[in-house]
C-alpha cells in the first residue's frame, strides 16, 4: 500500500505531474508542481467553456503541444475566449475564476455550483434568488413532470 501524501503548508500535495489532458490541466500539474483540488476547479473550468461553447480549446495548439506548454501553462497563461456580450456575466466570473493562474485565486466548487444553479432557475423562469422557487412557485430544479414524448416499445 504506497504511503499517505503529507500536505505542505498551503494544503497542496505532491502528487504525479502531468497527469490528464494537457488542454484541460491546471499549470501547477502540468509543472509537477504541488496541487491539491483546485486543479480540478480549472480542469472543470476549461470543460464548461468547452460545453459552451462547443469547441475544443486551444484547438490553435493542437498541432503543438510545446506552444500550448509555453502559452497556456507557463508564458502568458492564455484562455479560450469568452464571446462578449453572449454568455451571462455569472458564468463569466465563473470562468475566470475558475482557471484563474493561482489555485488561490480559483472559487471553490460550491460557488460554480450555485452560480449554475442560479442561471438554470432565471432560464426556466425563476430569478435565480436563493429562496426563489418556494416563495414564487415559477422554477425548480425539481424535475417533477416527464420532459420527453418519446416512448421505448418492447
Do not use: C
Not at 497527469?19 to 499549470?27: D, H
Not at 432560464?123 to 412557485?137: A, I, N, P, T, W
Amino acid at each position: 500500500m504506497p504511503e499517505p501524501q503529507t500536505a505542505t503548508r498551503d494544503k497542496t500535495f505532491q502528487l504525479t505531474g502531468v497527469t490528464g489532458s494537457l488542454p484541460y490541466m491546471a499549470p501547477e500539474v502540468a509543472a509537477s508542481r504541488p496541487y491539491n483540488h483546485k486543479a480540478d476547479i480549472f480542469s472543470y473550468a476549461v470543460m464548461m467553456w468547452h460545453v459552451m461553447a462547443l469547441e475544443l480549446p486551444f484547438a490553435e495548439y493542437e498541432s503543438d503541444l510545446h506552444l500550448m506548454w509555453e502559452e497556456v501553462h507557463n508564458g502568458p497563461h492564455k484562455r479560450p475566449a469568452i464571446p462578449k456580450q453572449e454568455w451571462p456575466k455569472p458564468i463569466e466570473l465563473a470562468l475566470k475564476r475558475g482557471w484563474a493562474q493561482a489555485p488561490s485565486e480559483r472559487m471553490e466548487m460550491k460557488q460554480i455550483e450555485d452560480i449554475l444553479k442560479a442561471q438554470i432557475l432565471q432560464l426556466r423562469g425563476g430569478s435565480g434568488e436563493e429562496g426563489d422557487e418556494e416563495q414564487q412557485g415559477k422554477a425548480t430544479l425539481q424535475h417533477d413532470r416527464r420532459r420527453s414524448t418519446f416512448v421505448f416499445r418492447r
